[in-house]
């Protein structure tokens, strides 16, 4: 349910064309309060966003991610600020209700709230993204907030944070055990800091469920169980546009992939018959 979001009583922004109400922040703390889970993607470029907004789902992601599922690299950390920006652009510029988040990527903020700063303005500046995400726990409290001083949106992200993927020796659940009081800590310093919600990645169910009850942002879950107010998947992996393995979190409701290739295949076979181009593709 996309509530007054998705309506299109109340005029839009100057110098917009739309009539349709962008998705704000406090609309994602509102379901939160009316118990109404709400769904996130990843999109980085305008076709996927443009079906994802018309979807009606309320925030995209143009994660690093794209890292691995735009550019081809085996992990997110090398993708670039400016390899970001580009994706931002596409996917801010084809949305009319959507809010778009785009992620710091890998040693584009970790050096100082300074920095976090300055990478933050760029995404919202050429960009046009409306909020930012950035990994890590309380060590990163003073780089949300001084993004959070600027008027810049931030979502947070903790649990495994795949840039740490290295320091955390792999791909490995969080919270669990003992453990859940530190990934509560994280939580509570990233809220208290001005974070506007907090993506959990593989965290132990019963952790995230206790976060969960214990902040007044939305937790957005992936891998993180049933109980966060909002759940998030990369596109190319809900969609079976991804044809590799995909991790144990990833449900597939779709085979793109396997459409795609049956559609080249066709054109492919079509052209070599000689059955394409027909006559009505054909001008005289
Ligand atoms: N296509 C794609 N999907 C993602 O979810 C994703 C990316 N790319 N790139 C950036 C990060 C990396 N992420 C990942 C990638 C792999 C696993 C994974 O293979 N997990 C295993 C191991 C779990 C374990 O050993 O406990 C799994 O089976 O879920 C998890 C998160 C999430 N993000
Ligand atoms: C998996 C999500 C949360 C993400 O950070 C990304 O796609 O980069
Ligand atoms: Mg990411």
């Known amino acids: 349910?996309?509530?007054?979001?998705?309506?299109?009583?109340?005029?839009?922004?100057?110098?917009?064309?739309?009539?349709?109400?962008?998705?704000?922040?406090?609309?994602?703390?509102?379901?939160?309060?009316?118990?109404?889970?709400?769904?996130?993607?990843?999109?980085?470029?305008?076709?996927?966003?443009?079906?994802?907004?018309?979807?009606?789902i309320p925030v995209l992601l143009v994660g690093d991610s794209a890292a691995n599922n735009v550019y081809g690299y085996d992990t997110s950390l090398p993708v670039t600020v400016d390899e970001m920006i580009t994706l931002?652009?596409?996917?801010?510029?084809?949305?009319?209700t959507s809010l778009v988040v785009a992620d710091l990527p890998f040693g584009s903020y970790q050096e100082?709230?300074?920095?976090?700063?300055?990478?933050?303005?760029?995404?919202?500046?050429?960009?046009?993204?409306?909020a930012v995400?950035?990994?890590?726990?309380?060590?990163?409290?003073?780089h949300v907030e001084a993004i959070t001083a600027a008027g810049i949106p931030v979502m947070g992200h903790i649990g495994f944070t795949p840039q740490s993927e290295h320091a955390?020796?792999?791909?490995?659940?969080?919270?669990?055990?003992?453990?859940?009081?530190?990934?509560?800590?994280?939580?509570?310093?990233?809220?208290?800091?001005?974070?506007?919600?907090?993506?959990?990645?593989?965290?132990?169910?019963?952790a995230a469920k206790h976060v969960t009850t214990e902040l007044t942002i939305p937790t957005i879950g992936i891998g993180a169980g049933p109980d966060c107010d909002a759940q998030v998947l990369v596109w190319t992996d809900m969609s079976g546009m991804n044809t590799g393995r995909t991790a144990r979190f990833v449900k597939k409701y779709a085979d793109l992939g396997g459409i795609l290739a049956q559609a080249a295949t066709s054109f492919a076979e079509d052209v070599r018959g000689g059955q394409f181009p027909a006559p009505d593709h054909t001008f005289h």
């Not at 931002?88 to 009319?96: D, E, F, H, I």
């Not at 995400?133 to 003073?142: N, V």
């Open 1 to 56: 349910m996309m509530t007054a979001a998705h309506s299109a009583e109340t005029a839009a922004p100057y110098g917009s064309g739309s009539t349709r109400k962008r998705v704000r922040i406090h609309h994602l703390q509102e379901m939160k309060r009316n118990g109404e889970a709400w769904p996130m993607l990843t999109s980085y470029d305008m076709y996927t966003a443009r079906i994802f907004d018309e979807a009606g």
């Open 88 to 96: 931002v652009r596409a996917v801010s510029g084809a949305v009319q």
């Open 112 to 130: 100082s709230p300074e920095q976090a700063v300055r990478t933050a303005v760029r995404m919202m500046k050429e960009g046009r993204a409306h």
């Open 133 to 142: 995400k950035l990994e890590g726990g309380r060590r990163f409290a003073p």
């Open 168 to 206: 955390l020796g792999g791909y490995r659940v969080q919270g669990r055990g003992e453990h859940a009081s530190a990934v509560l800590d994280d939580a509570r310093a990233l809220q208290d800091a001005g974070a506007f919600s907090l993506v959990l990645e593989m965290v132990a169910a019963e």
